[in-house]
């Protein structure tokens, strides 16, 4: 069974740019998140999908960053404009619970770097 | 509020030594979940162990072994005769049971085991 895909796996992008990351959850699990770790620092949630609809984006930093999940599969995490304090590595997860009582399956993670 | 606190940045030990990692975690739930993840150099996150706030026995898998102790809001884990390739991050972290389903994590263990 395939785990839970993260695109890319890095991303060097100047300041200002546009980026997009893309997640895809395991096969059959509802429940999609997104959480980023800023270098040395704790992992953060950023947002919880159950299907295609958002349960909680009470993570998002500001509205630079869009994130969607048409159809309840794939999701995207797009940044738009970058700026530098952006930079970090984004995990996706997904499990078919919630995260508490299940566990949640993570990606091996897109490394941003913006510059 | 929840908070995941892992004090210890950086930990070194030569093979086959016992290590044991700290965990400490706030949280005004009386019921929550606490877990354990292992980030290898690939980068994704390995779920290693999840416990119930109802649950306070200790639990050993194999040389892995977890200490929870709710007196002193702790969830301590030990590897005992580490190996090179218990060479990794680890994550504590904590899921409230309140509606969120997202995980506070802290801020990561770098354990090196030493040939």
């Known amino acids: 069974e395939a785990g839970v895909t993260q695109f890319p796996s890095h991303s060097v992008i100047e300041k200002g740019q546009t980026v997009t990351l893309r997640c895809d959850p395991i096969s059959g699990h509802d429940n999609l998140y997104w959480y980023r770790r800023v270098m040395g620092k704790e992992i953060k949630f950023l947002l919880h999908f159950v299907k295609e609809s958002k349960q909680d984006e009470s993570g998002m930093p500001n509205n630079r960053f869009l994130a969607e999940r048409t159809g309840g599969t794939y999701s995207t995490l797009k940044v738009q404009p970058a700026e530098l304090e952006d930079s970090g590595v984004y995990f996706c997860?997904?499990?078919?619970?919630?995260?508490?009582?299940?566990?949640?399956?993570f990606g091996q993670g897109t490394r941003l770097t913006v510059v | 509020a929840q908070k995941v606190t892992q004090a210890q940045t950086e930990i070194s030990v030569v093979e086959k030594e016992d290590v044991t990692l700290d965990c400490v975690y706030e949280t005004r739930d009386t019921t929550y979940y606490l877990f354990w993840y292992k980030q290898p150099p690939s980068g994704e996150l390995v779920f290693l162990i999840r416990?119930?706030?109802?649950?306070?026995q200790n639990e050993i898998s194999g040389r892995y072994s977890w200490n929870f102790q709710k007196s002193t809001s702790s969830f301590n884990f030990t590897i005992t005769a580490s190996q090179v390739v218990d060479s990794a991050v680890y994550f504590c972290?904590?899921?409230?049971?309140?509606?969120?389903?997202?995980?506070?994590f802290g801020t990561g263990t770098r354990l090196t085991v030493i040939p």
């Open positions: 997860a997904s499990s078919q619970k919630g995260a508490g009582s299940t566990e949640a399956f």
């Open positions: 972290a904590l899921s409230p049971q309140t509606g969120a389903n997202n995980l506070f």
């Open positions: 416990r119930n706030s109802f649950d306070e």
